[in-house]
Each structure stands twice: as structure tokens, then as C-alpha cells.
Nanobody
Framework: QVQLVESGGGLVQAGGSLRLSCAAS????????MGWFRQAPGLEREFVGG???????YYSDSIKGRFTISRDNDKNTVYLRMLSLKPEDTAVYYC??????????????????WGQGTQVTVSS
């Protein structure tokens, strides 16, 4: 089991940047794929991107080139660096952990553990 706590959300103007952190507790962080999802009101939870247990990164087309995911296994933390934020990036952002054997799960139901979410609001 992995317990996850996100931080770093907030209100930012369009074009601004934020860095979200997801701190994990438990002994399985290093062996977990870590994903970032977001959910805006009235919309389904969307895969933003993720980083595999081996460090490979994957991004959705909507944020590719603007967001960067990294992990620090010594600190049991995964990061989501967001640049050039747009109003349509406004959502609750969640980190999640998965131990499925595939390379990078992109569906929410493949994740076992979730953080509580952190709100990101981008004003125009």
C-alpha cells in the first residue's frame, strides 16, 4: 500500500507556472508507476501523464511540451511541473500509484492508490 498526499496547487494567471508534489509513504513507491490525473467539474477524470517505475515518462497530447513529470525515489516524491498554464488546465489534480505489470497505465481503474487531490485554478 502507498499513501499519497498532493501539495502545490493554487490560483495562477494564464501563462504562469506551478509545481505539484506528491509525497508517498509506504514501502512500494519505488516499484510503482506514478500517474497524474485531473478532473474538472462535470468532466471525467483525465490522464495527464505519468512516470514508470524505471523513469520513463508519458504525457497526454493536451499538455505535452508544457508539463514535466519527475520522481525522486530517495524522497518518495513525484512532481508535476506545469508551465504556460491555460484556463482549461483548471481542475483538481490527483496523483496515483499503480503496480500493474504493463509499462504505463493510462486508465484510472488501473491505479490502486490515490491522493486526496489538489485544486489548480488558472485565471484568464
Amino acid at each position: 500500500q502507498v499513501q499519497l498526499v498532493e501539495s502545490g496547487g493554487g490560483l495562477v494567471q494564464a501563462g504562469g507556472s506551478l509545481r505539484l508534489s506528491c509525497a508517498a509513504s509506504g514501502r512500494t513507491f519505488a516499484s510503482s508507476h506514478m500517474g497524474w490525473f485531473r478532473q474538472a467539474p462535470g468532466l471525467e477524470r483525465e490522464f495527464v501523464g505519468g512516470i514508470t517505475r524505471s523513469g520513463a515518462t508519458y504525457y497526454s497530447d493536451s499538455i505535452k511540451g508544457r508539463f514535466t513529470i519527475s520522481r525522486d525515489n530517495d524522497k518518495n516524491t513525484v512532481y508535476l511541473r506545469m508551465l504556460s498554464l491555460k484556463p482549461e488546465d483548471t481542475a483538481v489534480y490527483y496523483c496515483a500509484a499503480s503496480r500493474v505489470p504493463m509499462s504505463m497505465p493510462m486508465k484510472w481503474f488501473l491505479y490502486d492508490n490515490w491522493g486526496q487531490g489538489t485544486q489548480v485554478t488558472v485565471s484568464s
